[in-house]
């Protein structure tokens, strides 16, 4: 089949990858245009791009796809279909309407659970034990087409949002490469998603990283998982900073209370919370690399009725 690719960061690359090395004719690799970052503002060049690159792919990177002239271009090369993977901008009923079958999406949830951009980390934040990937049909609606194929995997407690991440990558690529196997077989059965049981994941906003100690243990493991590597979990500790990168949950006391340090083993600092202990295995302060809990108390003073600097829960209403 003649393919066109669209797509931007890491996570499209292991679908990229498995349709450059496929039978198919990839005709051109549509990314994001490159943006300046850091300091000195160098443009930086996406993962998609630089795959592309590596491999002398067509490379295209209008400042919008639904530029009239752009859609033009396009639909003189009529490929067959158009492959969108985190792509990064929504896309005009004109343009859907360029290949000769349809734009195929790749989704990192189980559709139509957690439509949106942060489907990976609502999965943890809200303790799932299971995830997957759907190739879809486009239309004009937000991750709203018909499905074509679908695969699970569990969440381990051990995942975080980058190993769901990974794992979720390279099933895409491999589930749209059975995909086009089954379209070109037409094999291939559209099944209209069930609007009612949708539910949407929201963009990640940087100050959910705060821990608000009056949640359950759980509640606050499955935040430190759902937001690793970005934006992370933090806390405060005489005013500073400490981000939380990995904890545990233990059980906990009627003498417990939110944010105050119940106990210190080598193990870590383990916290009282709304319902059990957060026990806290490995963290960062301010301006400092992260550590092992054991080095952290090693330098500074963390004993038994320590309290976090405490923090109201946020309005549930």
Known sequence: MNIVFMGTPEFALPTL??????????????????????????LLVSPIKQYALDSDLPILQ????????????????????????????ILSETFLKIPKQFCINLHSSLLPKY????????????????????TMIMDKGMDTGDILLMQETPVHETDTAQTLHDTLSEMGGA????????????????????????????????????????QPATNLFNQVRGL???????????????????????????????????RVTDVGIEVGTGQGRLIITELQPEGKKSMPTKSFLAGHKVERGTLFDPVPIPNQS
Do not use: C
Not at 183 to 210: C, F, I, R, W
């Open 17 to 42: 990858k498995a349709l450059h090395n496929s039978s198919h004719s990839i005709m051109a690799v549509i990314t994001q245009p490159d943006k300046p970052k850091g300091r000195g503002q160098k």
């Open 62 to 89: 209008p400042n919008t796809v639904n530029d009239p002239e752009f859609i033009e271009l396009l639909k003189q090369s009529r490929p067959d279909v158009i492959i969108v993977v985190a792509f990064g901008q």
């Open 115 to 134: 439509r949106g951009a942060a489907p990976i980390h609502r999965a943890i934040l809200n303790g799932d034990t299971k995830s997957g990937v759907t």
């Open 175 to 214: 589930l749209m490469l059975e995909t086009l196997k089954r379209l070109e077989a037409n094999t291939l059965l559209p099944v209209q998603q069930d609007h009612s049981q949708a539910t949407y994941a929201a963009k990640l906003k940087k100050e959910e990283g705060l821990i608000h100690w009056g």
């Open 228 to 262: 690793t590597p970005w934006p992370g979990t933090y806390t405060l500790l005489n005013k500073k900073r400490l981000r939380v990168l990995k904890v545990q949950v233990g059980e906990g006391s009627t003498e417990d209370i939110p944010g105050k340090v119940a």
